[in-house]
Each structure stands twice: as structure tokens, then as C-alpha cells.
């Protein structure tokens, strides 16, 4: 089984839209925890397995193509299954008063500290991984109901452009950890 260990390109990419536009494409779908490691073993939906080691600090995008071979027009692309986030938003902070924007910071870190939810703070925004139903966020969220702040749900996917890897760890590298042990089973492939 050869080891996949590079990415070769990216799916919305124009020159890879056309390509794969008649090829048969295999999605190899991750979860949150294996699109946070360099290597793994990809299972698709055809039953097919990858082995993938990749360089150390490669960073996962969704529709990253791992393998084409253009004389079957075949490729494999990991597909990124990430959880939503709670992305509040504190830019209405930037025109009041220091004291109130204290205050709406140590109420926002209590709300969320006290769920013991993980948080990264980036510009005026605050992402939190839903960790929980998103009911259960979005009534802590109600009930602390704190002035000056607004927060929706989006897209994990969505999300990762804006973070760096280590932030995308701390978001979404401690969920969805059912694939302990695949690092393994790649490293024995790689040494055989």
C-alpha cells in the first residue's frame, strides 16, 4: 500500500475544478481530531485505505487532492467533517468605554469559562467549538444575555482560514477522538 505524502493541489482550485471535472473523485472523509494530524490512515467510503504521512506542520484544507493518477483519471481528496463553532463577535466593544468593555469581557469569559468550553480569541471575534448541543450553547449564551456582543454559528470549515494551526488544535483537535491508534498502523506501513 503506498504511503500518500504530499498535497498535491486543491479541489477549488481552477486548474484541479478542471481536472477532476471527469475523473473519478474518492473523498476520504475526516473528522475533526485526524484533520488535526500528519499522518493517519484514510478510510473512504468505498472501503479503500490510505495511509497519509505528511510533512510535519502541513495544514488540511478541505478538497485537498492527496493522490491522482492521470491515466485512470482517479483521485483521492480529503474532505474536512468539522463541527460547527459559536463565533461571537465583540467589534461593538471598540466605541465604549473602557469599564464597560471589561465588564463584557469578564461576563463573555465567565459564560463561556464556567462550560469549561474551549475558546481562541482572535481580532474581535471568539470562537468556540460546539462541544455540546447547540441548544444548550445558545441558552447559556441567552441567559447570560450580555450587552454589546452578537453570536451566530458557522461552518468549522469556514472558520479554519481565519486561525492558525495551533488555534485550529485547540478548536477542534480534542473532539472526536476515535481514531487513537492510526498513527501506528501508519508509522509500521512506512517502516515495511
Given at each position: 500500500m503506498e504511503v500518500l505524502t504530499e498535497v498535491l493541489g486543491n479541489m477549488h482550485e481552477p486548474e484541479w475544478h478542471e481536472k477532476l471535472h471527469h475523473a473519478t473523485?474518492?473523498?476520504?472523509?475526516?473528522?475533526?481530531w485526524t484533520a488535526q494530524k500528519s499522518r493517519f490512515l484514510g478510510k473512504s467510503a468505498e472501503g479503500n485505505e490510505y495511509p497519509i504521512a505528511l510533512k510535519r506542520h502541513t495544514h488540511i484544507n478541505d478538497g485537498d487532492i492527496v493522490y491522482w493518477n492521470p491515466e485512470t483519471n482517479h483521485a483521492v481528496v480529503l474532505r474536512l467533517a468539522?463541527?460547527?463553532?459559536?463565533?461571537?463577535?465583540?467589534?461593538?466593544?471598540?466605541?465604549?468605554?473602557?469599564?464597560?468593555?471589561?465588564r463584557i469581557s469578564v461576563e463573555l469569559g465567565h459564560a463561556i469559562g464556567n462550560q469549561h468550553w474551549p475558546a481562541v480569541v482572535k481580532g474581535t471575534k471568539v470562537y468556540?467549538?460546539?462541544?455540546?448541543?447547540?441548544?444548550?450553547?445558545l441558552s447559556v449564551m441567552e441567559t447570560h444575555n450580555i450587552d454589546g456582543i452578537t453570536y451566530e454559528f458557522e461552518s468549522g470549515t469556514e472558520i479554519?482560514?481565519?486561525?492558525?494551526?495551533?488555534e485550529i488544535r485547540r478548536l477542534f483537535g480534542g473532539a472526536g477522538h476515535d481514531s487513537h491508534g492510526l498513527d501506528e498502523h501508519i508509522h509500521a506501513t512506512i517502516r515495511h
Open positions: 473523485v474518492e473523498p476520504v472523509v475526516l473528522d475533526q468539522l463541527n460547527p463553532v459559536l463565533v461571537v463577535d465583540l467589534s461593538a466593544l471598540a466605541s465604549m468605554k473602557p469599564e464597560e468593555v471589561i468556540v467549538p460546539l462541544t455540546v448541543d447547540k441548544k444548550v450553547m479554519i482560514p481565519y486561525l492558525a494551526p495551533d
